[in-house]
């Protein structure tokens, strides 16, 4: 192996290792974030790394698919040479495109796009967003989600009684164990 391809493989460790340092998918979790791909590039000047391919993030129970994810990292000032990737610190942003997925234990979410921001503790899902939990199914534009304590607001395309892209949700009634469901007459 020659010399530039182990400082770049070095250089590749060191910028993946920063992935989980601040990075919070999962409502109160301490546990590492572990990402894969098909392929990933690296930008050590501008502190980010590109997941290709069916990338996935995963922490704890939770999950961020899509087809690219972007993760950005905070610029660590006067830290060694330009472009070192000793001058990239913690996460600052995981952008999801492509078929993104975001699920927890209680819900799986679609949506066009999504952008995880470490500091706020938030995801947002954009574009066609629809929100599984159970059979319950909830529909919007743009879903924020508060990852440390799961809380969220959706919103919609259109406002007003009788619009298309308006916020919608179906949600059914918990049956008791042993009930059995009422009979439409």
């Given amino acids: ?23 919070q998918l999962a409502p109160n979790s ?9 392929e990933l590039e690296v930008q050590n000047a501008q502190c980010i790394s590109i997941w ?7 922490q704890d129970t939770s999950r961020l698919r899509a087809d690219v994810l972007t993760a950005r990292f905070e610029a ?3 830290s060694g ?9 913690a996460i600052q942003t995981l952008e999801a495109t492509g078929n993104v997925y975001y699920v927890t234990p209680q819900q799986r979410v679609r949506a066009d796009r999504g952008l995880y921001e470490a500091t706020r503790e ?9 929100a599984v939990q159970g059979q319950n199914v909830l529909r919007g534009t743009r879903m924020v989600v508060n990852t440390r304590t799961g809380e969220g607001q959706v919103q919609g395309a259109a406002t007003g009684r009788n619009k298309s892209g308006r916020v919608r949700g179906v949600f059914y009634p918990q049956q ?4 059995a469901a009422a009979q439409p007459r």
């Fill in 52 to 58: 290709r391919g069916r990338a996935e993030a995963l």
């Fill in 76 to 78: 660590k000032p006067g």
């Fill in 122 to 130: 938030t995801i947002t899902l954009t574009g066609d967003v629809i």
């Fill in 30 to 38: 301490g546990a590492p974030l572990d990402v894969e791909a098909d």
């Fill in 81 to 89: 040479s330009a472009g070192a990737s000793s001058n990239c610190g």
């Fill in 176 to 179: 008791k164990q042993g009930q």
């Fill in 1 to 23: 192996m020659r010399m530039t391809s182990l400082i770049t493989a070095a250089a590749l460790l060191a910028i993946a290792a920063a992935v989980p340092a601040a990075a």
